[in-house]
Nanobody, 122 residues
Framework: QVHLVESGGGLVQAGGSLRLSCAASGISFDRYVMAWFRQEPGKEREFLAAITQSGNVPLYADSVKGRFTISRDNANNTVELQMNGLKPEDTAIYFC???????????????WGQGTQVTVSS
């Protein structure tokens, strides 16, 4: 059974930083593209970042490029999202996701975590 468990969310002031982590189990972690999405109430989930199996190729949405950094640790089956320069509009539930292929990892990944809330106050 696949489990993706996010942690690290919370309340932060605008301009601050948070580091999200996702621990994966039940998959051969180094075979999967890992991704981060977020969802605001009443809106669709938004792709933020993905990282390929080897960790050599990160992909970012324009909305977070230059502020967020994705990384992975294949030895510990974790993927992280470092978020700097946070803005109130970054407030959302943040989800970790996994898929074998890049094309689907950035759109409709097979596996999802339960999400962690990030709130940025102005």
């Amino acid at each position: 059974q696949v489990h993706l468990v996010e942690s690290g969310g919370g309340l932060v002031q605008a301009g601050g930083s948070l580091r999200l982590s996702c621990a994966a189990s039940g998959i051969s972690f180094d075979r999967y593209v890992m991704a981060w999405f977020r969802q605001e109430p009443g809106k669709e989930r938004e792709f933020l970042a993905a990282i390929t199996q080897s960790g050599n190729v990160p992909l970012y949405a324009d909305s977070v490029k230059g502020r967020f950094t994705i990384s992975r640790d294949n030895a510990n089956n974790t993927v992280e999202l470092q978020m700097n320069g946070l803005k109130p509009e970054d407030t959302a539930i943040y989800f970790c996701a996994a898929d074998i292929r890049v094309a689907t990892a950035t759109r409709q990944p097979d596996f999802w975590g339960q999400g962690t809330q990030v709130t940025v106050s102005s």
